[in-house]
């Protein structure tokens, strides 16, 4: 598979250096407008584990399958394009008992777009019945040509 390691129909997050990746970045969409607005991606509920990963020049879209965490109402749509800049996670003060880990990134021009529709035509998404369950994975990486499908959408 031209020496990309694969587990199960995923790639694998693991790349070779200077190799750009393509993220899906799960979030609701009143964290995504924070962090259109704050200029920064966040993951894993403010937690490092993850956000470490991606790298400068990586590109990111994001999926809001709610409008909040708590009760929000169903949106399911891509809603932003991002290029990471950050070359590490750094911490934020948003309260004292919250302190989350984020990363720079670089936000684009773009129109939010429903997901379902897109699902023929996304690799990673490998049953159309069940096509929410990739995104319960929060941050993962995803196939060019998937990342590039979405973007055209969200740019047109």
Known sequence: MNGEHMRGRYPATAALPGEQRFWVNTVTLDHVEAAVEGGFTQADHGARTRL??????????????????????????????????????????????????????????????????LVEELSFIPDATHWGLPFRRGLFTIPRDDFARIAAHMRA
């Open 52 to 117: 470490a990963r991606p790298q400068p020049g990586d590109e990111m879209v994001f999926y809001s399958p709610r409008t909040s965490l708590q009760g929000g109402r169903p949106v399911r749509q891509f809603t932003a394009l991002a290029t990471i800049t950050g070359t590490e996670p750094f911490q934020a003060f948003v309260s004292d008992d919250f302190r989350p880990w984020r990363l720079a990134a670089t936000f684009h021009p773009c129109t939010p777009v429903d997901a379902k529709p």
